[in-house]
C-alpha cells in the first residue's frame, strides 16, 4: 500500500484513487477482524494497527473505523462494565482512546460515572482499590463532576476518619492518616483544607498539652519534624498548611523561651472579641436573624454570611450569649457555648451539633434554643 500511496492520492484527498484502494481491499479485512475478533478490554491489538498504518490511512478511513468499529464496541464494554467485578481498570481501556476520540468519550463517561458511584456508598477509606479506579479519572471528567463524586462520596468518609484519629506522640497510630492523605493529590484544594484542619486541631492540642508538662524539646521537635515529612507536598506548598505549622512552631518556640504557650483557641476568641466590638449591632441582628429564621431547617446563612455569624445574631435575637469555650475542642471542632449549651459547627456540611449529657446532637437553630431555654429549668 506504501508503494501504491504516491502514485494513486494526487490532490485529491478525500476521495482518491488511493482511498477507495484503501477502503475496497484493506477495511473490510480491518472491519471483520475488529468486528468479530477485536475486544474492548483489549485495546493494543487495533491501537497498534492504527499506529503502524498512521502514515497510510486515509483520514475518512480512520474516522470510519472510529465511528463504526471502535466507539461502538467501547459503548457495550463501558454499558456491560461492572466495578465490582472487573479486574481489569476501566481507564486503561478507555483512556488510551482519549488522543483518537477526544470529546466523542463523553458521551461514555455518564454511565461510567454511574456506575462507580454505585459502589462508593459501600466504600470505606481503608480500601485503597477505589483511590486507583477514581484517580486516573480527575483530569479526564470535568471539574464539576469530578468535585460532586468527591464531595458526596469521599470526603464525607475522610472527614469521618480524621475525626476518629488519634495524635498520640506516645503511640502513634498512622493508618487513617495515610487513608486520607493519599487523595490529597486528587481532592479540590478547599475541601483538602477542610480535612486537614480537624487534624490541625487535633495536632495543636496535643502539643499544647504537651509543652505545658515541661518536655524533652528535643522530642518534641523531632515530633514535630516527622510531622511536617508526613504531610503531603502539594499540601506543605499551600499557605494554610504552611500557617497551621507555623502555629505550632511558635508554640514550641513560647515554651522554649519560658514563655507562656498561647492556647489553641484563644486565638479565635480574641478575634471574635474584636469583631465584636466592629459590628453594628442592630443592622446586623436585624438582617441575620431574618436570614437564620429563613433557613432553620437548612442550618446555613443568608448572603454571604457564615453559619456561625449566623447562630451568633440568633443567639443575639434570643438575648442568649454565644462564644468560644477557650482550649475547649471536640472532634477537631472549638466548642462554643449558646447560653448555657455547648455547640460545635460543622462549617463544611453547614451542621450544629449540640451536647445533651455526654452525646452530641444534630439540632436545628430552634431547637437549640428550645434545648437551652430547657437547661434554665432544669438548673432552677
Request: net charge negative; proline share 5%; aromatic share 10%.
Amino acid at each position: 500500500m506504501s508503494v501504491w500511496k504516491n502514485l494513486l492520492e494526487g490532490d485529491e484527498i478525500f476521495d482518491s484513487p488511493y482511498t477507495q484502494l484503501f477502503m475496497e481491499v484493506v477495511f473490510p479485512a480491518v472491519r471483520i477482524s475488529g468486528t468479530n475478533t477485536w475486544q474492548a478490554r483489549d485495546p493494543e491489538p487495533l491501537l497498534r494497527f492504527l499506529d503502524s498504518w498512521e502514515q497510510l490511512l486515509p483520514h475518512s478511513a480512520l474516522q470510519t473505523i472510529l465511528d463504526n468499529i471502535v466507539m461502538p464496541k467501547l459503548t457495550s464494554a463501558v454499558d456491560s462494565w461492572d466495578p465490582r467485578r472487573e479486574t481489569i481498570p476501566i481507564h486503561s481501556w478507555v483512556h488510551p482512546w482519549l488522543p483518537l476520540l477526544g470529546t466523542k468519550l463523553e458521551s461514555l463517561y455518564h454511565t461510567i460515572r454511574n456506575r462507580l458511584e454505585s459502589v462508593l456508598h459501600a466504600w470505606h477509606p481503608s480500601d485503597m482499590s477505589a483511590y486507583y479506579i477514581l484517580s486516573p479519572w480527575k483530569t479526564v471528567f470535568d471539574p464539576t463532576s469530578w468535585e460532586q463524586i468527591m464531595v458526596r462520596y469521599i470526603i464525607p468518609k475522610l472527614l469521618g476518619v480524621m475525626h476518629e484519629f488519634q495524635v498520640n506522640p506516645a503511640d502513634q497510630k498512622l493508618d487513617q492518616f495515610y487513608w486520607v492523605r493519599n487523595w490529597a493529590s486528587v481532592i479540590p484544594i478547599h475541601h483538602m483544607l477542610h480535612i486537614m484542619d480537624v487534624f490541625f486541631n487535633k495536632w495543636q492540642e496535643v502539643l499544647y498539652q504537651w509543652l505545658c508538662s515541661k518536655p524533652n524539646f528535643q522530642e518534641v521537635t523531632n515530633w514535630y519534624l516527622g510531622w511536617k515529612d508526613l504531610i503531603p507536598a502539594e499540601l506543605l506548598s499551600n499557605e494554610h498548611v504552611r500557617y497551621r505549622l507555623n502555629m505550632g512552631l511558635d508554640m514550641m518556640n513560647q515554651a522554649a523561651e519560658g514563655l507562656e504557650v498561647v492556647q489553641p483557641g484563644l486565638r479565635e476568641n480574641i478575634s471574635y472579641l474584636k469583631a465584636r466590638e466592629q459590628r453594628q449591632f442592630e443592622a446586623q441582628r436585624a438582617a441575620a436573624a431574618q436570614a437564620a429564621k429563613g433557613r432553620v431547617d437548612e442550618m446555613g446563612g443568608g448572603g454571604d454570611m457564615s453559619l456561625k455569624e449566623v447562630i451568633e445574631v440568633h443567639a443575639q435575637h434570643n438575648n442568649l450569649l454565644f462564644k468560644p469555650k477557650v482550649g475547649r475542642m471536640q472532634d477537631g471542632h472549638q466548642v462554643y457555648g449558646f447560653g448555657n449549651v455547648n455547640v460545635i459547627i460543622d462549617s463544611l456540611n453547614q451542621k450544629v451539633f449540640a451536647q445533651t449529657d455526654d452525646r452530641w446532637s444534630l439540632v436545628t437553630l430552634e431547637q437549640l434554643v428550645t434545648q437551652e431555654k430547657n437547661s434554665v429549668v432544669r438548673r432552677r
